[in-house]
């Protein structure tokens, strides 16, 4: 499978745990997107990557969340001292040049 | 997101008749408009784009009109079939970057 790949796809947590998220792009995009989707919403902008640069966050984003792209490749995606407002799926897309996002399954989060 | 807004927000139709969902936004920098469609469960899977040089885009079924002077953009599916049934969501890219803002979702319900 060469497509966008997460990994959990589910996780359940206990509030003020702190989880961890990995995405894996297609192999040759260099630009890696996270989003978080909640019921009924579409995706929400979170933080974006070209190559190991992260060129933008979301004012949303509270200081809980950091992301990473340390070689350029997969990314990790980590929220501290979670609370159950981040329950949500997470999820990851990929693209080259060209603007074409291409989404992953998504990482389920609940928090207890 | 707020910068994009989906009209209507559930639609449904005769099996054989066409759906046209209808999109508005707000950054007149937005140079990118694509379609996701996501099914229950699963990813949002990019089904069609227009850029703003172009007016209509056509893929079998599916075509997108882009009206930038109204800052709005329609899917139109022809020939509807029982799994076009899904949320569908347009997106934007914002501030002339890669960034996507996303509306809300449509339900198209397709009535066999």
């Known amino acids: 499978d060469t497509g966008v790949s997460q990994d959990p796809r589910h996780k359940i947590t206990k509030r003020g745990q702190n989880v961890t998220f990995r995405c894996d792009p297609i192999s040759e995009h260099n630009r890696l997107y996270w989003y978080r989707q909640t019921l009924g919403q579409g995706p929400e902008f979170l933080t974006y990557f070209q190559n190991e640069a992260q060129l933008e966050k979301s004012r949303l984003l509270s200081d809980r969340f950091s992301a990473e792209r340390p070689k350029g490749s997969f990314s990790t995606l980590e929220i501290q001292r979670t609370e159950q407002g981040d329950s949500a799926m997470y999820l990851c897309?990929?693209?080259?040049?060209?603007?074409?996002?291409?989404f992953g399954p998504g990482t389920r989060l609940t928090v207890t | 997101g707020e910068n994009v807004e989906q009209h209507p927000s559930t639609l449904s139709v005769q099996e054989g008749d066409s759906a046209v969902i209808k999109c508005t936004y707000s950054d007149s920098a937005s140079n990118y408009f694509p379609w996701y469609k996501q099914e229950l469960g699963k990813r949002p899977q990019l089904i069609i784009d227009i850029r703003s040089n172009v007016g209509e885009k056509k893929d079998q079924r599916i075509a997108v009109t882009l009206n930038k002077t109204a800052k709005h953009f329609s899917l139109h599916i022809t020939e509807t079939q029982p799994e076009d049934s899904a949320v569908y969501f347009c997106a934007a890219t914002l501030y002339g970057n890669n960034r996507l803002a996303f509306g809300k979702g449509n339900q198209v319900v397709v009535i066999p």
């Open positions: 897309a990929s693209s080259s040049q060209n603007y074409e996002q291409y």
